[in-house]
Nanobody
């Protein structure tokens, strides 16, 4: 089984920054894209950002201009740089490969918690 691991979360004050990491061995060689999702306690899971295998980025309106998705193919790692954080960004953040059958077979990881306080 491929182990998908998120890291980089923590507790910050409003206006602060965090950089999340998502490592999925093999996702680069298998030409997977990557989604970032988040889910606040008691709320629906929402899509945050995506990076295609060709390098195309996309963002939810709620984070556009504040978050940046990127990747390091040599490390099989995708990042989410989060700036100007707001309390409403508080959630468990998770990544999910997408694309072909190999990509889609990768299970959800544990996620990484982000907490933003006033």
């Amino acid at each position: 089984l491929v182990q998908l691991v998120e890291s980089g979360g923590g507790s910050v004050q409003a206006g602060g920054s965090l950089r999340l990491s998502c490592t999925a061995p093999g996702f680069t060689s298998n030409r997977c894209g990557m989604h970032w999702y988040r889910q606040a306690t008691g709320k629906q899971r929402e899509w945050v950002s995506s990076l295609s295998s060709d390098g195309i980025t996309s963002y939810a309106d709620s984070v556009k201009g504040r978050f940046t998705i990127s990747k390091d193919n040599s490390k099989d790692t995708v990042y989410l740089q989060m700036n100007s954080l707001k309390p409403e960004d508080t959630a468990m953040y998770s990544c999910k490969p997408y694309g072909g059958s190999w990509c889609g077979a990768i299970s959800w990881g544990q996620g990484t918690q982000v907490t933003v306080s006033n």
